[in-house]
């Protein structure tokens, strides 16, 4: 059986959304409004996210020093260590965010983590503010779905699906997993849909539970 790990980014891999630190920075309390928007299903994650960056007008660079300079940017433990352990078991592991490519990117590289396969929200800077947008598996602009395409991508490329993740968001790709590590509001949202899934603190737990998934 072929093995893809698919793995959120920020709350996952991250301990914290690292967008939400750089619009409480850079944008400050207008974001929110927008967030409750989001969380209430009123507007999907692509409007969401081109609305509140279009607000952010620091360059790249700015950004990434506030990332790096921050207490809140923390790394959940045992990262490293799963990486090293979907290496030898030959899984494919393959970040899938609605967060933005640039810091994702840019805090793996800082990590002295390469090679990982990544999809992610695209960014351009401006002085007028930030554009993001999402570019689905077939090349085309998506404002919903972005998740649970890369997911099907991955079940066409004949990979049974491994998901990790903390957020709403990813309970979609979470429906179409053979096996589901949750922590956060996926926790949350895997037990009001009884949906099977492991619960973890770190990636140590991730480990543990798809060694027990080798060896069943």
């Known amino acids: 059986m072929k093995i893809a790990v698919q793995c959120d980014f920020d709350g996952t891999v991250t ?8 619009l409480d920075t850079f944008v400050g309390r ?4 927008m967030l409750q928007e989001y969380m209430a299903g ?3 994650v692509g409007t969401f996210n081109r609305k509140v960056f279009a607000m952010v007008k620091a360059d790249r660079q700015t ?3 506030v990332i790096f300079s921050s207490d809140r940017v923390k790394i959940r433990p045992g990262f490293r260590e799963l990486l090293e352990y979907c290496n030898q078991k030959d899984y494919k592991f393959v970040i899938v965010s609605n967060g933005l490519i640039f810091y994702i990117e840019a805090m793996l590289k800082n990590l002295g983590v390469d090679g990982i396969e990544m999809f992610a929200a695209q960014n351009q800077f401006s002085p007028d503010g930030m554009k993001v947008r999402y570019i689905g598996p077939d090349g085309s602009e998506m404002e919903a779905g972005f998740k649970e395409a890369y997911t099907g ?3 066409k ?6 998901y ?3 957020g709403v968001s990813d309970i979609y790709p979470s429906r179409q997993a053979i096996k589901v590590f949750a ?17 973890f603190n770190d990636f140590y737990d991730v480990t543990k539970g798809l060694e027990s998934l080798s060896s069943g």
Do not use: H
């Open 153 to 155: 991508l991955l079940q």
């Open 183 to 199: 922590t956060g509001d996926l926790l949350e949202k895997c037990r009001e849909e009884n949906l099977a899934y492991t619960p």
């Open 63 to 65: 950004m990434l020093d």
């Open 164 to 166: 990790v993740g903390n």
């Open 157 to 162: 490329k004949g990979y049974s699906v491994v």
């Open 42 to 44: 009123k507007i999907p």
């Open 15 to 22: 301990e914290e959304d690292v967008s939400f630190l750089l």
């Open 30 to 33: 207008k974001w929110k409004e």
